[in-house]
Structures are given as structure tokens and as C-alpha cells.
Nanobody, 116 residues
């Protein structure tokens, strides 16, 4: 099992920046990828960005060039730096950890609101 605790989030103006972090604990050795997903009201949850243990990254097209994901394996923490935020980035952001077996673990989510 893996426990994920997100921090950051809140209200930011259009064009602003915000950072999220997610601390993981538990059976860390089985984790391959960690990442962030988001779910806006009335929409499905979608991948924002993910990073593998080896440092390979994958971004949604809508955030590429604006968001940066990073990972500190020494302290089992993944970060999401969000720049040039837009109102359409408003959502609840969930931290995710995936085992090599494909099992997913989720944080409780943290809301991000971008005001226009």
C-alpha cells in the first residue's frame, strides 16, 4: 500500500503560478510512475503529467510548456510547478502513484482555482 498526501493548491489569478507537492509513504520500492491528474466539474479525470522512477516524463498537450513535473526519490516526493495558469486549469488535482504491476494509488486531491 502507498499513502499520498498532497499540499499546495488554492486560488490564483489568470497567468499566475502555483506549486503542488505530494509526499508518498508505504511500499515505495514497487512504485514506477508518479504523477498528477485533475478533474474539473462535470468532466472526467485526466492525466496532467507523470514521471517515472528513471525520470522520463509525460505531459498532457494542454499543459506542455507551462507545467513541470519533478520527483525527489530520496524523500519520495513529486512536485508539479504550474506556470501561466488559465481558468481552464481549474480542477481538483490528484496525486497518483503506480506500481510496476499497474496498481494505482490516489491522494485525496487538492483544489486549484484560477480566476479570470
Amino acid at each position: 500500500q502507498v499513502q499520498l498526501v498532497e499540499s499546495g493548491g488554492g486560488l490564483v489569478q489568470d497567468g499566475g503560478s502555483m506549486g503542488l507537492s505530494c509526499a508518498a509513504s508505504g511500499r515505495m520500492f514497487s512504485i514506477n510512475a508518479m504523477g498528477w491528474h485533475r478533474q474539473a466539474p462535470g468532466k472526467q479525470r485526466e492525466l496532467v503529467a507523470e514521471i517515472t522512477r528513471g525520470g522520463n516524463t509525460n505531459y498532457a498537450a494542454s499543459v506542455k510548456g507551462r507545467f513541470t513535473i519533478s520527483r525527489d526519490n530520496a524523500i519520495n516526493t513529486v512536485y508539479l510547478q504550474m506556470n501561466s495558469l488559465k481558468p481552464e486549469d481549474t480542477a481538483v488535482y490528484y496525486c497518483n502513484a503506480r506500481y510496476y504491476s499497474g496498481v494505482d494509488f490516489w491522494g485525496k486531491g487538492t483544489p486549484v482555482t484560477v480566476s479570470s
